[in-house]
């Protein structure tokens, strides 16, 4: 039996990951389909590219947290600048240019499915347990809360390109 803040604590954290994906799920769901793939939602990247986006990383920290309770943490290959990081998103993006927009939100859809169903096979002591990483001391729990935070992250840019496209776009409690 776990301890009950622990087994409440992971729950919290299915719900925080369910709750931000809903939101970023219902903007997404509120675009005509022409708007997805156009670019500008962020920079020149079209809502297609930003959803691919959050989907690779979603895979990279989901690939950590398993590595991190694998015990093969010092396999991680940290990227440690902003050089680094806009090299590594850059390469995202193109890998999935040529993605439908269907493949593009199936691939989101199935990986949050993955995830999801990793959490619900990690026991809570060892969701919580911190681990010295060379980024830190961190445990798998944050490494996956790193997954909500950046749904919400986006979330907050896509609602204020839609906002800034009220003819493109109807978003009804968002």
Same mark, same amino acid.
């Given at each position: 039996?776990?301890?009950?803040?622990?087994?409440?604590?992971? %729950? &919290?954290?299915?719900?925080?990951?369910? /709750?931000?994906? !809903? *939101? +970023?799920?219902?903007?997404?769901?509120?675009?005509?389909?022409?708007?997805?793939?156009?670019?500008?939602?962020?920079?020149?990247?079209?809502?297609?590219?930003?959803?691919?986006?959050?989907?690779?990383?979603?895979?990279?920290?989901?690939?950590?947290?398993?590595?991190?309770?694998?015990? %093969? &943490?010092?396999?991680?290959?940290?990227? /440690?600048?902003? !050089? *680094? +990081?806009?090299?590594?998103?850059?390469?995202?993006?193109?890998?999935?240019?040529?993605?439908?927009?269907?493949?593009?939100?199936?691939?989101?859809?199935?990986?949050?499915?993955?995830?999801?169903?990793?959490?619900?096979?990690?026991?809570?002591?060892?969701?919580?347990?911190?681990?010295?990483? &060379?980024?830190?001391?961190?445990?798998?729990?944050?490494?996956?809360?790193?997954?909500?935070?950046?749904?919400?992250?986006?979330?907050?840019?896509?609602?204020?390109?839609?906002?800034?496209?009220?003819?493109?776009?109807?978003?009804?409690?968002?």
């Amino acid at each position: 039996m776990h301890p009950p803040s622990l087994e409440a604590d992971k %729950q &919290a954290l299915v719900a925080r990951l369910k /709750d931000a994906r !809903e *939101a +970023l799920l219902t903007l997404v769901r509120s675009l005509p389909a022409d708007q997805v793939e156009a670019p500008g939602a962020m920079g020149d990247w079209s809502v297609k590219d930003i959803i691919g986006h959050i989907a690779s990383w979603e895979d990279r920290l989901l690939t950590m947290t398993q590595m991190v309770l694998n015990g %093969q &943490a010092d396999k991680i290959d940290w990227i /440690d600048s902003d !050089e *680094a +990081l806009q090299a590594w998103n850059h390469r995202q993006q193109r890998r999935k240019q040529g993605w439908s927009w269907s493949d593009t939100i199936r691939e989101l859809a199935l990986l949050r499915e993955e995830v999801l169903w990793n959490v619900d096979g990690i026991e809570p002591a060892q969701l919580f347990q911190p681990h010295d990483l &060379a980024a830190g001391r961190v445990s798998p729990a944050e490494l996956l809360e790193g997954i909500a935070a950046h749904d919400q992250e986006h979330l907050v840019e896509l609602r204020t390109w839609a906002e800034g496209n009220p003819e493109e776009l109807s978003v009804e409690g968002s």
